[in-house]
């Protein structure tokens, strides 16, 4: 949750930003209008999207973390990989802020409304005029426009044309919409900053076409010879914000751009495109969470250089051990090849059961004994039984013996290779008395059969996050 919303506000960053370096000073408002509208909402679904002709020509991690262990005692449960621990109390903020903003929206429209209940309105034919006692202020708010009594006759009739431009054109209805986004994604700064960005273009829109039926230089002096105060509302459309008012006469003065300008909308499509690539590359087509966890050799495979007894030593070893101790006590024979090292040995017999398929691509999933289904079945068998089997098995003690408290974060890499069995096992923990015990355990699951790809067996690579919650 936390990644997408990471996601959608770094799209819409880059949205914004293109307007702002690019767009906002091309005199193309209906355009940009449409742009400002469609891209808060492309910033929002894109990281949804996964479209699988990318998927496919993206190489795939092959790498599968199965949901976290949680132990406590002698207790466990499995999470989500992508499910945080504190969800509930996300969720549960996430719906007081929208409460919150529903609230402070609905006072903000009692306010108007009661401002058009307490005059009665002039009816003319395609809006409604409320003159404002006592006031100076200057605003539309769909088909009705608020007009303060202290507004001079030679301006009122300024103002109404373009108020009258904000009614044509439904541009209630822009600051509406980014009212619901506001509520709803109370949380995100960008929502603000669009809303601002379509506030100040829909004052642009109203005076381009205002000074097409009167005289620019009477425009200006509407705009310049009173100071309006008027309360700031997210969702009105103010004729005279102090803080617009040079940047109007501005973008008034400004030339029309040229038509070869609407080129620079085309920066939408390697922009969405690269958007697009980069959810392909972080979504799986499935929604499975895949990472990969760096290799490391075990303990006894760097040893294998120095000293072949300290294999025989422990005892349980791994196919790759057993392969250079079978390196270590064999003599060559006449035309065989000679290893200089039991490294360079590994380093050319290692493809041989390395994985050679993606885990989100492969036809039939590793099972665990017992397990029946299909794939999507198998895995959540699988997800269950080892983390029912790390749970049962963990040695909880060791929070005590180590004086530990609080939560200890342990990451588990093992393979399941073409014969089910559990090999290359690797942890990171805090402490190695951990990783030694969590190696124990996955070293201790019991075969399994093995994964398959186009009939052939092969082998595929595991993360099991483990949270060893120490009371």
């Not at 506000?9 to 091309?26: A, G, N, P, S, W």
């Not at 306010?111 to 005059?119: E, F, W, Y």
């Not at 969470?289 to 300290?310: C, G, R």
């Amino acid at each position: 949750m936390i990644h997408s919303i990471i996601q959608i506000i770094t799209f819409q960053i880059l949205f914004l930003v293109v307007y702002d370096l690019f767009l906002k000073r091309e005199t193309f408002f209906n355009l940009n209008r449409i742009y400002l509208l469609l891209t808060p909402v492309l910033g929002f679904a894109l990281p949804f999207v996964s479209l699988g002709f990318i998927q496919q020509s993206i190489p795939q991690e092959y790498i599968y973390q199965l949901p976290t262990v949680i132990i406590s005692n002698n207790t466990s449960e499995a999470i989500s990989s992508g499910t945080s621990f504190w969800f509930p109390s996300l969720l549960n903020f996430w719906l007081i802020g929208i409460l919150f903003s529903a609230l402070f929206f609905s006072w903000k429209f009692y306010k108007i409304a009661k401002l058009k209940s307490t005059v009665t309105p002039e009816n003319f034919e395609n809006f409604k005029l409320v003159v404002l006692p006592k006031t100076d202020t200057a605003f539309s708010f769909f088909k009705t426009i608020f007009l303060g009594e202290n507004i001079s006759e030679e301006n009122k009739a300024s103002i109404i044309a373009h108020e009258k431009i904000h009614i044509d054109q439904k541009h209630s209805l822009d600051l509406l919409f980014f009212e619901m986004l506001r509520i709803i994604f109370w949380f995100n700064p960008l929502v603000y900053l669009f809303q601002n960005r379509i506030a100040t273009l829909h004052e642009f829109i109203a005076d381009a076409k205002v000074i097409e039926q009167k005289d620019k230089k009477q425009y200006y002096q509407s705009l310049l010879s009173e100071v309006f105060q008027t309360e700031k509302k997210s969702f009105i459309n103010t004729f005279f914000n102090q803080s617009l008012i040079k940047k109007r006469i501005s973008m008034l003065q400004k030339s029309k751009s040229k038509k070869h300008a609407q080129l620079k909308y085309l920066l939408l499509i390697p922009a969405i495109c690269g958007m697009l690539i980069y959810t392909a590359c972080s979504n799986d087509p499935k929604a499975e969470e895949v990472q990969t966890v760096p290799q490391s050799d075990s303990e006894v495979m760097n040893k294998i250089n120095e000293l072949a007894e300290a294999i025989m030593k422990k005892g349980d070893m791994t196919p790759e051990e057993e392969k250079a101790l079978k390196l270590l006590t064999t003599e060559a024979q006449p035309g065989e090849k000679v290893y200089n090292s039991v490294q360079e040995y590994l380093d050319e017999t290692k493809g041989e059961d390395d994985v050679s398929v993606a885990f989100s691509e492969i036809e039939k999933v590793p099972t665990y004994p017992g397990c029946e289904g299909d794939n999507e079945a198998l895995k959540k068998c699988f997800s269950e039984s080892i983390s029912a089997f790390v749970g049962e098995n963990f040695n909880t003690k060791l929070g005590n013996d180590l004086g530990l408290v609080g939560r200890q974060r342990i990451v588990v890499q093992f393979k399941i290779d073409k014969s089910g069995y559990i090999v290359r096992a690797t942890a990171k923990a805090p402490k190695p008395e951990l990783e030694a015990e969590a190696i124990r355990i996955i070293s201790k699951l019991p075969q399994m059969q093995p994964g398959e790809q186009k009939g052939q067996k092969v082998g595929v690579l595991y993360s099991l996050p483990i949270v060893f919650d120490v009371k």
